[in-house]
């Protein structure tokens, strides 16, 4: 009986106990939790908080936005300046011409047998066609007393242009003309003497002498010149 019970123990020495498969996966499952919790609270770190973010940067922040916007804004407003400053530069100057060419200037601005000659006279043959010497409205087309069939355009500036004596008109009241546009033929109606077109400058209702009024605009009537033409030719 004794020796039985000596002997019992025997038969575990030497052993070790290994643990067992349900244990291992158990850690195992553990560790890999810790560890993607660990990468996660790395990366979330990484990450900036818009609470966490200081007054100082956000102001920084919003101040960079107003400069860049207030940039985009002054770089758009000079663009613009710069195409409407073209635009007026490039805008067309004011166009003065002869009101017809190979003529006789004769009778000038004055007194004449006793009485003011208030305009020019322009020797031209019957027929020959006359023109606006500057864009305006027509106030007059037709039959006009001592003047014979005339025509009166008013300018922008206030002043009007008279074409008298003429053998018939192209144009009709309160149409718009442009310099150069036709506007009737030269003739001998009404108080005349001879074919010619009788031009008179009107400026607030009074005559002006046509040579000098017209001198200022680019114009020499006695020369037959338009200047204006002449400078773009030489230039």
């Known amino acids: 009986m004794r020796q039985r019970l000596s002997s019992e123990p025997d038969r575990y020495r030497g052993r070790r106990r290994v643990p067992t498969p349900p244990r291992s996966r158990?850690?195992?499952?553990?560790?890999?939790?810790?560890?993607?919790?660990?990468?996660?609270?790395?990366?979330?770190?990484?990450?900036?908080?818009?609470?966490?973010?200081?007054?100082?940067?956000?102001?920084?922040?919003?101040?960079?936005?107003?400069?860049?916007?207030?940039?985009?804004?002054?770089?758009?407003?000079?663009?613009?300046?710069?195409?409407?400053?073209?635009?007026?530069?490039?805008?067309?100057?004011?166009?003065?011409?002869?009101?017809?060419?190979?003529?006789?200037?004769?009778?000038?601005?004055?007194?004449?047998?006793?009485?003011?000659?208030?305009?020019?006279?322009?020797?031209?043959?019957?027929?020959?066609?006359?023109?606006?010497?500057?864009?305006?409205?027509?106030?007059?087309?037709?039959?006009?007393?001592?003047?014979?069939?005339?025509?009166?355009?008013?300018?922008?500036?206030?002043?009007?242009?008279i074409y008298a004596h003429s053998s018939a008109v192209s144009v009709k009241e309160g149409q718009q003309v442009k310099a150069g546009d036709q506007l009737g033929l030269v003739g001998q109606t009404g108080h005349a003497y001879g074919t010619h077109l009788h031009l008179e400058i009107h400026v607030k209702g009074q005559p002006k002498d046509p040579v000098p009024f017209l001198q200022e605009r680019g114009v020499d009537i006695k020369l037959q010149v338009e200047a204006i033409y002449s400078e773009v030719a030489g230039s």
């Open 26 to 161: 158990y850690a195992a499952v553990v560790t890999t939790a810790f560890v993607g919790a660990g990468i996660v609270a790395l990366g979330a770190s990484a990450l900036p908080d818009a609470k966490d973010v200081s007054p100082t940067v956000l102001d920084e922040l919003k101040q960079a936005s107003v400069t860049s916007q207030d940039a985009a804004a002054r770089a758009d407003n000079a663009d613009r300046a710069s195409r409407d400053s073209r635009s007026t530069d490039s805008a067309e100057p004011e166009v003065w011409l002869l009101p017809l060419q190979g003529y006789d200037f004769n009778s000038p601005y004055g007194m004449r047998w006793g009485k003011l000659h208030t305009g020019v006279d322009l020797v031209a043959g019957e027929g020959t066609p006359y023109v606006a010497i500057h864009d305006g409205l027509v106030t007059k087309a037709g039959w006009f007393g001592g003047y014979g069939n005339a025509v009166i355009v008013q300018h922008a500036d206030g002043s009007e242009a």
